[in-house]
């Protein structure tokens, strides 16, 4: 008997230590500070993982926009199937992109069936970036159609969505948020992005600089070179007359920001509404991912707040082509174009090797975040936020203080009950439940498991269920005492009795735990995480510790009065 | 020892009809509330759905000096939001708390691509700023000295697609838990048992479910993570009465299982008061301290917690018993059936016997 309760000890003291060590050891030598209330508050921060609820911070779910990214991709396919047919001298009456729902179509309608079969085939093939794997094609009379998979749908958007995280990844971290978790949430198919932000109580700039398309592209714009000026068209129908009514394939028309003159007569125009259109030629000389470099400079040292642009530079082979095609092109204007924007259109003096310029109404802050994004890369498509939580400091503070203030009170009436109740007993409980509440956060520290305010109520009510097991063994222990059993006797049946029922009341409980974690995010997650943990500590508190404290003091009532009579419970 | 029960002796069976009548009559009250909330033109709804299932926005403002409610109202009518909620927090005087149900997008604002997410914000933003002359602060940002001021110390907002997939898998993990509970049940004792526990935790989300619509509480994320645990806590309860039921009849081969169910409420009584009573004082700790974020969480596990305790005794042995003894009806040949003592019917409930010798 002695020596088992000997090993027994040993065991509890061990666990104990390990426990208050995982929550306690600050992670490096530890200092005189240390031992101070605000010394051990920080220790108690540092080491456990709050979650946003009670760190304050930002949550938001965003959705890829797919069906974006599929629209370009075909659309890709469409112009380049009509240049295809206009290089190749084929006689076509019609083509056109066919989207609609979830189908997107390319259909080429030829004058007769002379060369449908040579066209089906060769079209396709001088687009650039067509995978042939990702179309089916079919013929139907004159009409060639030209269909994407649903595989295909499925691949590209797949990709498309890791595409997305990986840069709004960059742009996260380039803006020096602290620890932001950024993943793919929910199923594959709903192409959602997860991002949670610590320390970040106004999202809003964030927020749209993370949806922030950033497309590039340089382009030459179409009409009279000279010094003179640019042809503008001051509306889209303007310029689209002067092509002939419709726009061909390799000419776009795109509305130009021109900057506000101070000087200019006439009505200040809304930001989004073109003061003009332009024709440029497509495709783009030169586009975003040929960049290297971006970055926000001053432009008139003089200059006012708005008097900020973006300085680019290119890689190798990008520059190589853009001063092929700047010394080819000298007297011509360049667009400069962003996100289907002309922002400006500068005069090609002489050859332009690696960098240029964006001009616009930029102020400092919106100059940084256009570089920063720039930098990143576009994304493939939009995003569009699904749901936003933010909790600022001092909320998360107040939840802190709620949920501590909450177990406290709940912790003080159970062992004020357990005392009055079962007496001797009863402090042997609250040890057991002490002991329980401490291993339950140490496992939480060491699983770095994230804390919620949910997760402090998983906790209170884990100390409630852990108490339903002592007074489960109680209870019994006075059955068995009432029958006339002795003590030692009717303690170990106690013990034995109520061990089954203990087993099936946690494991049902940690089912319908296991549900939850796997339906919630967040702080219910943190709530089922919590009660869990708990209910697993619990099992070693009220069987194992309490049994040893119940053996310790017969030991020492044997060794007093030699024998057991009573049992304070 | 200090023992509030000794000896209790009630014959809780007897009532049985009594209980069932008490619970279809909250459980149609519950029915009769939603169903007249929905119908009747202008009405509430039939649950108080909160934005995590509805979609919608709640933004938690502080203001240096709180304008009543009606202005904050008119002022974000003026801004076009005509749905809103405003809920001053009691416990802080400069709080409050704003709901907007799903905006609708203009054309404009979809122009830029934004959804609801965004202008719920956006818009009560500009509409606080309409009283404090224009001022916002940032969230870690004093007051300023003069004159008032407002911070937005906290945003949730849902989409409607969002909102409406969190629903449904809501609905779709109670009923799961409330499955496996079923099967480990069924497991360990024998599935009547099973059967009649969930139908008691089934009552018990339902009933629960029933005052929060009649009292229009809200129902939100939280309250599912306390539906669920109610589902733990109560499915306890009812096995420690299994439990004891299936040693009884080991033990006592003769009785009938009316009497010995009864028997086994009774003994196991004094455990269910205090453990009832020791849970329930931590949900008091909850629903007292826990704070406003809290608080449908703690509601539900308050009232949960006493339907939990009542749907073992008034629901779950009674349709136990009275399911098992029809099978047994069943099972039983005439002869022997009724010529031993006590004029019930013998019960050996197989895999019970397993289990306790397993334990043994």
């Known amino acids: 008997m002695k020596k088992n309760l000997l090993t027994r000890v040993i065991i509890i003291a061990i666990v104990t230590l390990l426990g208050l060590t995982a929550i306690f050891w600050p992670g490096r030598m530890p200092t005189r500070n240390d031992f101070t209330a605000a010394g051990v508050n920080n220790i108690l921060r540092q080491n456990i993982n709050l979650g946003l609820d009670l760190r304050g911070g930002s949550h938001l779910v965003m959705q890829v926009q797919v069906q974006d990214y599929l629209r370009r991709v075909t659309e890709n396919v469409y112009n380049g199937v009509q240049q295809a047919a206009r290089d190749l001298g084929f006689d076509i009456k019609e083509a056109r992109p066919e989207i609609s729902g979830d189908t997107y179509r390319v259909v080429v309608v030829a004058n007769d069936t002379s060369r449908i079969q040579e066209m089906r085939e060769q079209l396709p093939r001088r687009v650039n970036d067509f995978d042939p794997s990702a179309w089916t094609s079919s013929v139907s009379g004159n009409t060639v159609t030209w269909e994407l998979t649903d595989a295909a749908k499925t691949a590209l958007g797949n990709r498309a969505t890791e595409d997305a995280l990986k840069i709004i990844d960059t742009r996260v971290n380039a803006l020096g948020v602290t620890e932001p978790t950024i993943q793919a949430h929910g199923s594959t198919n709903s192409h959602q992005i997860l991002l949670q932000m610590p320390g970040i109580d106004d999202p809003e700039r964030i927020k749209s600089l993370l949806k922030s398309e950033s497309r590039l592209e340089l382009m030459k714009v179409v009409g009279a070179s000279s010094p003179a000026g640019i042809t503008t068209y001051p509306t889209e129908e303007a310029a689209r007359a002067s092509l002939g009514g419709t726009v061909p394939p390799n000419r776009r028309v795109l509305p130009y920001d021109e900057r506000d003159e101070p000087t200019a007569a006439g009505t200040t125009r809304q930001p989004g509404q073109a003061s003009s259109w332009v024709v440029v030629e497509s495709p783009a000389v030169i586009d975003g991912s040929e960049l290297r470099t971006a970055e926000a400079v001053t432009g008139n040292p003089a200059g006012g707040d708005d008097a900020y642009q973006i300085n680019f530079t290119l890689k190798p082979a990008g520059a190589q082509k853009f001063g092929a095609w700047t010394a080819a092109n000298i007297n011509a204007y360049m667009a400069v174009v962003l996100n289907d924007r002309v922002k400006s259109a500068p005069y090609i003096r002489q050859q332009i090797t690696d960098s240029g310029q964006i001009s616009g109404n930029f102020t400092k802050d919106s100059a940084n975040d256009l570089a920063l994004t720039l930098r990143s890369g576009a994304l493939p498509a939009k995003i569009v936020y699904l749901e936003e939580r933010t909790v600022g400091p001092s909320l998360g503070a107040d939840s802190i203080r709620a949920g501590v203030t909450a177990s406290l009170a709940g912790l003080v009436l159970i062992v004020l009950t357990m005392i009055v109740y079962y007496r001797w007993s009863g402090i042997n409980a609250v040890v057991a439940l002490l002991l329980n509440t401490m291993l339950t956060l140490a496992a939480l520290i060491v699983f770095d498991a994230v804390l919620t305010l949910p997760g402090i109520a998983g906790i209170i009510l884990g100390i409630g269920m852990a108490v339903d097991s002592n007074v489960l063994i109680f209870e019994r222990i006075r059955e068995e005492l009432q029958t006339g059993k002795t003590v030692p006797s009717a303690i170990d049946a106690g013990f034995d009795r109520a061990f089954v029922t203990i087993i099936d009341t946690h494991v049902t409980t940690i089912v319908s735990s296991l549900f939850l974690f796997v339906f919630g995010t967040g702080p219910i997650r943190g709530f089922a995480v919590t009660l869990v943990l708990g209910l697993l500590a619990n099992l070693f508190t009220a069987v194992y510790v309490s049994r040893t404290i119940f053996i310790w003091e017969m030991s020492r009532k044997l060794s007093r009065h030699g024998r057991v009579e009573t049992l304070s419970i | ?360």
């Open chain 2, 1 to 360: 020892m200090f023992q509030i029960l000794q000896n209790v002796n009630v014959d809780w069976l007897r009532h049985r009809k009594v209980f069932i009548l008490v619970s279809v009559a909250i459980m149609l009250g519950g029915l009769a509330s939603a169903l007249a909330r929905q119908l009747t033109p202008g009405g509430t709804e039939a649950f108080n759905l909160g934005i995590d299932f509805k979609g919608g926005t709640v933004v938690t403002a502080e203001f240096k000096e709180r304008p009543a409610p009606e202005a904050i109202r008119d002022a974000l009518l003026a801004k076009g939001v005509s749905e809103v909620i405003i809920q001053p927090v009691t416990d802080k005087p400069g709080e409050v708390l704003i709901r907007l149900p799903q905006m609708e997008t203009t054309e404009t604002v979809a122009q830029q691509g934004e959804t609801q997410v965004d202008i719920g914000r956006k818009t009560v933003a500009e509409g606080l700023k309409t009283l404090t002359g224009g001022v916002q602060v940032e969230a870690n940002q004093p007051f300023p000295g003069e004159g008032n001021g407002f911070k937005i110390t906290g945003t949730e907002a849902v989409g409607a697609v969002a909102g409406a997939a969190l629903r449904n898998q809501a609905v779709a993990v109670t009923l799961l838990a409330l499955v496996g509970i079923l099967l480990y049940i069924g497991f360990r004792f024998e599935w009547t048992y099973g059967a009649a526990a969930v139908i008691a935790v089934f009552h018990d989300v339902l009933a629960t479910l029933a005052l929060f619509s009649i009292f229009q509480i809200e129902v939100n994320l939280t309250v599912v993570a306390a539906l669920l645990t109610l589902v733990g806590f109560s499915v306890n309860d009812t096995i420690v009465i299994f439990d004891r039921v299936r040693e009884n009849l080991r033990l006592h081969r003769r009785s009938n299982l009316y009497d010995l169910t009864n028997e086994s409420v009774n003994q196991t009584m004094s455990r269910t008061i205090i453990t009832s009573g020791l849970v329930f004082l931590s949900v008091l700790a909850l629903v007292l301290f826990g704070g406003p974020v809290l608080r449908s969480f703690s509601l539900a596990l308050f009232i949960g917690v006493i339907f939990g305790v009542y749907s073992t005794i008034a629901i779950a042995s009674p349709i136990m018993v009275w399911w098992q003894q029809r099978l047994e009806a069943g099972r039983a040949q005439a002869p022997t059936a009724g010529s031993r003592g006590g004029g019930g019917q013998r019960q050996r409930p197989a895999s019970g016997a397993k289990a306790s010798a397993a334990a043994r």
